[in-house]
């Protein structure tokens, strides 16, 4: 299956500020996953990533708060902007797997917002 | 809409003992059925999935995993643990249909005892 690298692994950023997670696949991917994963929390779908195409968001998250980026099959960048202490979560970048049903994983960011 | 509940937040358990993960879902579609661990500090890994065929599903690292239609139901389950298996895990539903987007349940804690 697919390696993911994430990073960063992890920060901590002053309210206010925005910051870029980057997600590297070791093999192209057609779809490319973003989840946020709230302290003590399951996991959300923020938005689907297709190379060529605008991201689809989930309801309850928009373009303006949480860009990204697909600018090829191998990877793509998540921005939290303009950052609050309730955005305080891990992200995760996932892929599909290559043998069809299922998720890869990459390690998460971890983000405090102070 | 789909949903999926995992009913212990939290398992304490000594090592060597058996151990059930409990999960049961909602859906009024097909879905497909996964189990992710995510270990300390880490992304989430995928244990086991069912997807069709036989109900008994087994993973890695010695887990399983049994399928219930009638009971809406994927119990993991495990004969026997090791202090390594220290986790939380997270059952995950997806439509077949739809099988890209995911539906997370909260997470069980397990926490293994020497």
């Known amino acids: 299956s697919a390696v993911i690298s994430q990073k960063p692994s992890r920060d901590i950023c002053q309210r206010g500020t925005s910051l870029t997670i980057q997600c590297q696949v070791d093999s192209q991917v057609t779809m490319m996953f973003w989840y946020r994963q709230q302290p003590g929390q399951s996991l959300t779908l923020i938005a689907t990533?297709?190379?060529?195409?605008?991201?689809?968001?989930e309801s309850g998250f928009v373009i303006d708060k949480f860009p990204i980026s697909r600018p090829n099959l191998t990877f793509s960048t998540l921005t939290v902007s303009n950052m609050s202490p309730e955005d305080s979560s891990i992200y995760l970048c996932s892929v599909s797997t290559g043998t069809g049903v299922g998720y890869t994983f990459g390690s998460g960011t971890r983000l405090t917002v102070v | 809409a789909q949903s999926v509940t995992q009913l212990d937040s939290q398992v304490p358990v000594f090592e060597e003992a058996p151990v059930e993960l409990r999960c049961n879902y909602s859906?009024?579609?097909?879905?497909?059925l996964f189990w992710y661990v995510q270990y300390p500090n880490q992304g989430l890994q995928l244990l086991l999935k069912?997807?069709?065929?036989?109900?008994l599903v087994k993973g890695i690292n010695g887990f399983e995993a049994e399928f219930n239609k009638s009971q809406t139901s994927f119990h993991l389950r495990k004969p026997s643990v090791h202090i390594s298996d220290t986790a939380e895990y997270f059952c995950?539903?997806?439509?077949?249909?739809?099988?890209?987007?995911?539906?997370f349940g909260s997470g069980t804690k397990l926490n293994v005892k020497p």
């Open positions: 069912y997807l069709s065929g036989s109900t």
């Open positions: 995950a539903v997806s439509r077949t249909h739809n099988f890209n987007k995911f539906y």
């Open positions: 990533a297709n190379q060529g195409s605008e991201a689809t968001y």
């Open positions: 859906s009024s579609v097909s879905v497909y």
